[in-house]
């Protein structure tokens, strides 16, 4: 389309770029054991204060990684690169994905009346990461085409969304988009797992 979509990664992707912290645990007997309340309490703290551990924790978490596509008024292609994605209700059918604030493609995604998630197969890994980069054009042959609306539609996906924008609630530095889904298409490939850095095949990821 020779569009230039901007994007920026999201927090459970960046968070996902940072080592697993570790942590020694020891089995202990839950009635006998005694209690250390106040190095319970020091240790809460200080992983409270400590930004790099919840980014660690956040990376522990296995998740499956979605690419989220728009369009603007002018018909420019927008999207980026979540892991942060889950539904929400089954009635009605609504999803969420989470965006940062300082997205470049953020103001577009906070107009836009409809956008499409898509669950990538691992054969797309190396299309997630590009969704999740500043400076590059997300969408040169990359398999997308527009649909009746003129939002692109990535041909291979294990599941694709088609989504109106149901309410968009600010949450810290992100963005909460709640999509009411009115199309789902269910495909055949497996879906990609990101864990601890890496894209895995479903039931590979260690």
Known sequence: MGRRPEATRTSAVDAASVDTASVDVVPVDVDTAPVDTAS???AWVAAD???G???DAMAS???GVTIVT???ETGRWWGFTASSFCSVSMSPPLVLVCLAASAQCHPA???ARRFIVHVVP????DLAVRFATRGVDKFADAGFRPDESGLPVLDRACVTLDCATHAIQPAGDHSILLGRVERTRVGADRPAVYFRRRFHLLGEAT
Not at 122 to 125: V, Y
């Open 122 to 125: 691992p054969e797309h890994a």
């Open 70 to 72: 728009t369009a603007d």
């Open 61 to 63: 978490f296995p998740s």
């Open 49 to 51: 204060d400590d930004a």
């Open 40 to 42: 319970t309490a020091a």
């Open 53 to 55: 551990r919840f980014r």
């Open 109 to 111: 995604f906070e107009r």
